[in-house]
């Protein structure tokens, strides 16, 4: 069964296993302690800047798949490895944060119920 994009699941490939994805609510408020954001609003700003750092990523990583049910750590994805390294990991951040927050304007994943 395929992740369901209109729920903000998707599919990535972690340590050469496939792993579902998804930023629940829980996930987005862990993130938003992480970060000391007050709001959505905040989140969305910072991860729209286009400059994450490795930790970031860990982070964003991490939170989708225990927000899919996978009882991972932030320090066990920090040692996982994504196809095309780091710019793997970049491209897992960006799919999950467009599944999550839709594309914008004029985007297919906007519609994000």
């Known amino acids: ?5 209109r729920r903000g699941e998707i ?4 340590d050469g296993q496939s792993y579902r994805l998804c930023l629940t609510l829980g996930a987005l408020a862990e993130l938003e302690a992480s970060y000391a954001a007050d709001d959505l609003a ?3 700003e ?3 800047s286009g400059r994450l750092s490795a930790k970031d990523m860990i ?4 939170a989708g798949l225990r927000g899919a049910g996978h009882d991972v750590s932030d320090a066990e994805v920090g040692t996982m490895h994504a196809e095309g390294a780091a710019a793997g990991f970049a491209a897992i951040v960006s799919d999950l944060l467009t599944a999550t927050f839709g594309a914008g304007k004029g ?5 994000n119920p």
């Open 1 to 5: 069964m395929s992740a369901n994009r």
């Open 11 to 14: 599919d990535a490939q972690l």
């Open 42 to 44: 905040a989140l969305v």
């Open 46 to 48: 910072r991860f729209s």
């Open 59 to 62: 982070r964003v990583v991490a």
């Open 107 to 111: 985007g297919d994943a906007g519609q």
